[in-house]
């Protein structure tokens, strides 16, 4: 008898891409976050042409929203690649799952 073979060349491909999805989402997770640092530390503590800080800092509402606009970004892009990371780890279980049940039927009958 012959033992059953899980780990075909397609799978290992639908692995490697969940594995870079999974990856590329932590990437373009901290991404989006730098880009909201770098947006939100001129908006909170301004300098002006001088080097001078003000005595208060200001945010309007006009400064609020394009750091909204990358954290949102940023959070989207991370599901979205992280959804598709589990749909192919998905896709790759439910046909070893397939096969498995193929082959004990196979062997029961």
Same mark, same amino acid.
């Given at each position: ?21 999974? $990856?590329?989402?932590?990437?373009? =997770?901290?991404y989006?976050?730098?880009? =909201?640092?770098?947006? &939100? ?5 301004? $300098? +002006? ?6 005595d208060?800092?200001v ?5 609020i ?10 959070? &989207?892009?991370?599901? &979205?690649?992280?959804?598709?990371? =589990?749909?192919?780890?998905?896709? &790759?279980?439910? +046909? ?6 193929r082959?004990?039927? +196979?062997?029961?009958?």
């Amino acid at each position: 008898m012959q033992p059953f073979n899980f780990h075909l060349p397609k799978h290992e491909l639908l692995l490697r891409f969940a594995t870079a999805a999974k $990856i590329l989402s932590w990437i373009c =997770l901290a991404y989006y976050l730098l880009l =909201l640092f770098i947006t &939100v530390m001129p908006a909170i503590y301004p $300098i +002006d042409e001088f080097g001078m800080k003000p005595d208060k800092p200001v945010i309007t509402i006009k400064e609020i929203f394009p750091p909204l606009k990358h954290l949102l970004s940023g959070i &989207v892009t991370w599901v &979205v690649l992280r959804s598709i990371a =589990l749909g192919l780890a998905m896709i &790759v279980e439910t +046909d070893w799952n397939y096969r498995l049940r193929r082959e004990e039927n +196979d062997h029961a009958g």
